[in-house]
């Protein structure tokens, strides 16, 4: 029996040439004509991680005493914890709560929970703010504000009407309901945090906001909600480990990143689609569409030649979306590679009873199981699309587990960091963003 917290077992064959054409499906000649490029690559991410250049690659091995001992802190003085953070500072921790708690965790009665909910604001939609304002007790909530920079606009937004509310109905020692994550020493946030008195944690410098969710922008409030954070790194570790393997075909990251590289730029594939089935994973899709967009969508190249790489990351949820996009992926343009996300095991096993012996198109689902039904669902559309010549390919989670979701989010960000290499451009701006950052500016100051 596999582990339930062993290792992710990667499968490409539905991408290459023999299963999908060669038309569609990546040939063994063009996996080998990239080996010597994506080994230099994986030199040259090892010596700049050396260097200091690449921290989040170190964030695994960090001292996380702070995180815990704050949540626990946060856990003990309040019901509620809510998130004010966008992109990068909001979906890590979604992707965290929804993986791995209850998946109605918030609506629990308070001693099925033991834990305070938690809310992610990641928004500057009024009547939004108004729901989650009708729903939380203030006086009994924490707020932690998340931004690197101590500008986001929209964070900002949100944090300055939440901080004139706590002041009015707490008065003094409101600032107690403040947690401010940002950059250890510069910022607005940080200056305001100093200011004020906030208790703060700190987003290491060199981290983007969608690397950072092994910082305590995904961390502290997963630590909050009772998930074992500690487990989350040692799987991170782990992946760390088959990362950096030499051979190219043993290294799930190199070869993830290789096969989207190639299916993009010689086959046509212009769309990434990752399709969980599991609704638990569905969030960890949200994270991965921003990590692949804002790291690969790029005008120009490393030296400055214009060139517009990037795929189109699409979310779909098994088997919900076989329902509303299915029939696209399989007959519609031929221009998508498919990553599917399964888990071998659930934390549930829920029998289908055996009823209704007498009609056929119902019967011969009793004496089964839900998880084995979302898994043959799994299987048949994979091998749908494989025969329609569409590729695809399957990352499976032995379970879902701390350790197991560690592993599979640090996979991805190191494979799309050498994906970034591939395209030759650099994975870790977002000059896109900032400009439309800079417009809005530009617009609220002329009204």
Not at 61 to 90: C, M, N, P, R
Not at 133 to 156: H, P, Q, W, Y
Not at 294 to 300: A, Q
Not at 387 to 399: D, Q, S
């Amino acid at each position: 029996m596999t582990h339930r917290n062993g290792p992710l077992i990667i499968d490409y064959k539905n991408m290459l040439a023999g299963s999908v054409s060669q038309k569609h499906g990546v040939l063994p000649k063009e996996i080998g004509s990239l080996k010597k490029k994506t080994s230099n690559i994986l030199r040259k991410i090892s010596s700049e991680r050396t260097r200091g250049k690449l921290p989040f690659l170190d964030l695994p091995y960090q001292d996380i005493k702070k995180i815990i001992s704050l949540s626990e802190e946060i856990s003990d003085s309040f019901d509620d914890l809510v998130i004010l953070g966008i992109g990068g500072s909001a979906l890590g921790a979604t992707a965290l709560l929804n993986a791995l708690t209850h998946p109605y965790r918030n609506i629990l009665p308070k001693g099925m929970r033991k834990r305070p909910r938690v809310f992610v604001y990641d928004n500057v939609d009024p009547d939004q703010l108004k729901g989650l304002l009708d729903l939380i007790d203030i006086t009994r909530t924490a707020f932690n504000v998340i931004t690197k920079s101590g500008e986001t606009v929209e964070t900002i937004a949100s944090f300055l009407v939440i901080r004139e509310r706590l002041k009015k109905a707490i008065g003094s020692g409101w600032q107690n309901h403040i947690i401010a994550t940002t950059d250890p020493q510069k910022g607005v946030l940080r200056k305001i945090a100093s200011d004020e008195g906030y208790r703060t944690l700190e987003i290491p410098q060199g981290v983007g906001g969608r690397f950072s969710v092994f910082t305590p922008v995904g961390l502290f409030p997963a630590s909050v909600a009772g998930i074992d954070i500690e487990a989350i790194l040692s799987g991170a570790q782990s992946m760390d480990k088959r990362c950096y393997l030499k051979k190219i075909e043993e290294n799930p990251a190199s070869m993830g990143a290789i096969l989207h590289y190639i299916a993009n730029t010689k086959k046509g594939k212009k769309v990434s689609v990752i399709m969980p089935y599991s609704y638990a994973l569905e969030k960890v899709a949200d994270w991965f569409c921003q990590l692949w967009a804002e790291s690969l969508g790029k005008r120009l190249d490393l030296h400055g030649k214009v060139v517009h790489t990037g795929q189109t990351p699409v979310k779909a949820l098994g088997a919900t979306d076989q329902h509303s996009q299915l029939q696209l992926y399989i007959e519609g343009p031929n221009d998508k590679t498919i990553t599917f996300l399964r888990v071998e095991r659930f934390t549930e096993e829920v029998e289908i009873p055996k009823v209704f012996e007498n009609i056929e198109k119902v019967s011969y689902l009793g004496g089964h199981s839900l998880s084995e039904l979302i898994n043959a669902e799994q299987e048949a559309t994979e091998i749908a699309l494989t025969k329609a010549k569409r590729p695809n390919m399957r990352i499976t989670l032995p379970e879902i587990t701390p350790h197991t979701v560690g592993q599979l989010l640090y996979l991805l960000e190191v494979q799309t960091a050498i994906a970034g290499n591939l395209y030759n451009i650099n994975p870790f701006d977002q000059p896109g963003v900032d400009e439309g950052k800079r417009l809005t500016r530009e617009i609220l100051e002329q009204k």
